[in-house]
């Protein structure tokens, strides 16, 4: 089993728009922040998003760069079919491309899709109780996350239609056994999905790890406080993009590149 899409297959390289070099820089930064939070997984995983304008396609991480290293100028752009744009020479991991083909291709308001095998995540995912509403920012996924059971390392198109129907129309998914999937309108709404998911899982860890049990507020708690979280006029991450920005200028920069 190759890892890496066949370098073949190509299409010439498009123009870049405004519109996509703004796009560029925005998912550039979300790369280097999920490497500050020590989300990576050494060069595996992706976040990807797709190109205004571009019918099906996206920009994807080279296969063999760390999140760290990323710029804007060295995300790829791939469509759906697995055909990368331009003649350099860039390979993309098949695995992860597939997944996220998988989704951009049945979610078309999910223009960023963040797939990463975080630690946190992946331990609740194992859990057969999953993700449990014991903090707010667990209730901000309450009744609004699917769960897709482990079927192996590859992604078949078989597999891949049964992990759309577990995703369904919900924001996030915990992989089993493998990791987490988030949703986003924009990067930084998929951004801080993650970040709020992350935290989440955080926290019942070592909730779990005290010994003690746990309590859960009422269904009528939870469902009242999963509405509130989502009840700004404003969409998740807007508020706060602007300054993790400027958070990786000052101590990331490089990234707008």
């Known amino acids: 089993m190759s890892l890496a899409l066949a370098s073949d297959n190509r299409l010439p390289a498009t123009p870049i728009t405004p519109a996509e070099q703004s796009l560029r820089v925005d998912l550039a930064a979300a790369y280097r922040l999920a490497a500050r939070q020590g989300w990576d997984d050494l060069i595996y ?9 571009e019918d099906g396609a996206f920009l994807i991480n080279p296969f063999g760069l760390r999140f760290d290293e990323i ?17 350099a020479d860039v390979e993309v991991n098949a695995i992860g491309f597939r997944i996220h083909a998988t989704v951009h291709a049945a979610r078309h308001a999910a223009h960023c899709v963040m797939h990463l095998h975080n630690v946190n995540a992946i331990a609740v995912s194992a859990q057969l109780d999953g993700l449990l509403p014991i903090s707010q920012h667990a209730m901000r996924f309450y009744k609004q996350i699917g769960y897709h059971d482990y079927e192996g390392l590859s992604l078949t198109e078989p597999e891949g239609q049964r992990m759309l129907k577990s995703l369904a129309d919900y924001p996030a998914l915990l992989l089993r056994n493998h990791g987490s999937l988030v949703c986003g309108r924009t990067v930084a709404e998929a951004y801080v999905l993650m970040d709020t998911l992350d935290k989440a899982c955080a926290i019942q860890l070592k909730a779990q790890a005290g010994g003690a049990t746990l309590v859960m507020p009422p269904p009528e708690v939870l469902a009242h406080t999963a509405r509130q979280l989502v009840s700004d006029d404003v969409p998740e ?5 602007p300054a993790l920005l400027r958070l990786l200028d000052q101590r990331m920069p490089g990234f707008r590149d």
Do not use: M
């Not at 995983?45 to 304008?53: E, F």
């Not at 710029?71 to 331009?86: D, E, F, P, R, W």
């Open 45 to 53: 995983t992706h976040i990807t998003a797709r190109v205004p304008g």
């Open 71 to 87: 710029t804007a100028s060295s995300l790829v752009k791939i469509n759906i079919h697995g055909q990368i744009y331009g003649d």
């Open 237 to 241: 991450g807007e508020r706060e993009w």
